[in-house]
């Protein structure tokens, strides 16, 4: 199982960011897939998932709802995260993650004027 | 939602010791029809995505050393290493992937004395 990111976003804030995770190496729609953000120096934040298998069925954080979208493209086996109203809190390190698997690499948004 | 306490926050050893990290979980992650408990264990040494050490709360991730082990059921979980290495040193999370949102301990951060 691997999981490909996509590289570093330099963000003005109030933008809109959207990164990638390209999953191969198991069957795309057998795992759900999550979204974590981690802060600079900071623990593990759950953003939301999505189960490609039932028609991209999303659940999200209540802390980010309304701002994050994600979504799945079955035919590349890729999985967005898309993440609007930026703001400097954003600026993280963001992972795709299958529940109880391997983890992506990390793609590293900042926001900043 | 489910809340993940981890302890302790922090650790430090001497080479060659043991160390036992414990995380509970403000209710069971044993979901009864498979008998499994929802909750895995991940190593983050810096500047690095977390790594999967176990899933299943005690089943063992390809490639990891068999000086760690752990177990636990329920509500109460325990990654131990059995002889602590230098290369042990980084931060231990556990995530329950039981019900969304899929909450992680605070993490309990390991260093050498």
């Known amino acids: 199982v691997q999981l490909v990111q996509s590289g570093p976003e330099l963000k003005k804030p109030g933008t809109t960011v959207k990164i990638s995770c390209k999953a191969s190496?198991?069957?795309?729609?057998?795992?759900?897939m999550n979204w974590v953000k981690q802060a600079p120096g900071k623990g593990l934040e759950w953003l939301g998932l999505?189960?490609?298998?039932?028609?991209?069925?999303?659940i999200y954080s209540e802390n980010f709802q309304g701002r994050v979208t994600i979504t799945a493209d079955m035919s590349t086996a890729t999985v967005y995260l898309q993440l609007s109203g930026l703001r400097s809190e954003d600026t993280a390190v963001y992972y795709c993650?299958?529940?109880?698997?391997?983890w992506g690499q990390g793609t590293q948004v900042t926001v900043s004027s | 939602d489910i809340v993940l306490t981890q302890s302790p926050d922090s650790l430090a050893l001497s080479l060659g010791e043991r160390a036992t990290i414990n995380c509970k979980s403000s209710?069971?992650?044993?979901?009864?029809?498979?008998?499994?408990?929802?909750l895995a264990w991940y190593q983050q040494r810096p500047g690095q995505p977390p790594k999967l050490l176990f899933y299943?709360?005690?089943s063992r991730e390809s490639g990891v050393p068999d000086r760690f082990s752990a177990s636990g059921s329920g509500t109460d979980f325990t990654l131990t290493i059995g002889s602590l290495q230098a290369e042990d040193v980084a931060v231990y999370f556990c995530?329950?992937?039981?019900?969304?949102?899929?909450?992680f301990g605070q993490g309990t951060k390991l260093e050498i004395k």
């Open positions: 993650a299958t529940p109880g698997g391997p």
């Open positions: 190496g198991y069957s795309f729609t057998e795992y759900y």
């Open positions: 999505i189960d490609p298998e039932d028609g991209g069925e999303t």
């Open positions: 209710q069971s992650i044993l979901y009864s029809s498979n008998n499994k408990n929802y």
């Open positions: 299943w709360s005690s």
């Open positions: 995530q329950q992937y039981y019900s969304a949102p899929h909450t």
